[in-house]
């Protein structure tokens, strides 16, 4: 198993400004992935955050939206770019040896304003 | 599309009965996950069942798998306030490759 922390566990952020979430793992994970959740909804993924090279994005979620780092394999961060009151959501990490069996963070509770 | 589907969207009952919640999923599966979130909070992993698994227990919780029918169902006996939360299904596909893929939750609520 892996313990994993995230921070802020919440904001509140202007319009047009900008938000990089921290996640950290308390050993080393083969898979790390963003999910967003909206609310009162499901997780729905952003992407895989790979080690060392570019992250892999999900269909409607772009690079320049959320630039995404994992400079090695206990740490990612997530940047939420240019927000608007649309992004307002929980932003949660997860991380695992497998795609299949991942633990996952506190979230972190992003409102817009 | 969405893998997993939980029924009902929504229940409350009476503390000490018995809550079931239920999944289903429309491809075939590594594994089935069941989570359990708290109200603005993170994932908390409950059980895990693998797709040559029928049934699993962990303390009050209870969960089997119909592969035939490609459901699954989640019993919490005795319920408690403690409770109170959204339980998600997430189904990991057979390709190891891809991904998990949640359902949109059950929001359970234990009355007083």
């Known amino acids: 198993s892996a313990v994993i922390s995230q921070k802020p566990s919440r904001d509140i952020c202007q319009r047009g400004t900008s938000l990089t979430i921290q996640c950290q793992v308390d050993?080393?994970?083969?898979?790390m992935f963003w999910y967003r959740q909206q609310p009162g909804q499901s997780l729905t993924l952003i992407a895989t955050?790979?080690?060392?090279?570019?992250?892999?994005?999900e269909s409607g979620f772009v690079i320049d939206k959320f630039p995404i780092s994992r400079p090695n394999l206990t740490f990612s961060t997530l940047t939420v770019s240019n927000m608007s009151p649309e992004d307002s959501s929980i932003y949660l990490c997860?991380?695992?040896?497998?795609?299949?069996?991942?633990?996952f963070g506190p979230g972190t509770r992003l409102t817009v304003t | 599309s969405q893998q997993g589907e939980e029924d009902p969207q929504a229940l409350s009952i009476q503390e000490g009965e018995n809550a079931t919640m239920n999944c289903s999923y429309k491809t075939s599966i590594n594994n089935l996950q069941w989570y359990r979130q708290n109200s603005g909070r993170g994932l908390v992993h409950l059980i895990l069942?693998?797709?040559?698994?029928r049934e699993k227990h962990s303390g009050r919780l209870r969960v089997t798998l119909d592969t035939s029918k490609k459901s699954s169902s989640l019993l919490i006996t005795a319920s408690r306030a403690a409770d109170t939360a959204s339980y998600f299904c997430?189904?990991?596909?057979?390709?190891?490759?891809?991904?998990?893929?949640f359902g949109k939750g059950t929001r359970l609520h234990i009355l007083p």
């Open positions: 997860s991380g695992g040896q497998t795609t299949y069996e991942q633990y």
């Open positions: 050993s080393q994970v083969t898979m």
């Open positions: 997430a189904t990991a596909p057979g390709n190891r490759d891809d991904k998990i893929i």
């Open positions: 955050a790979n080690q060392g090279s570019e992250a892999t994005y």
């Open positions: 069942i693998r797709s040559n698994e």
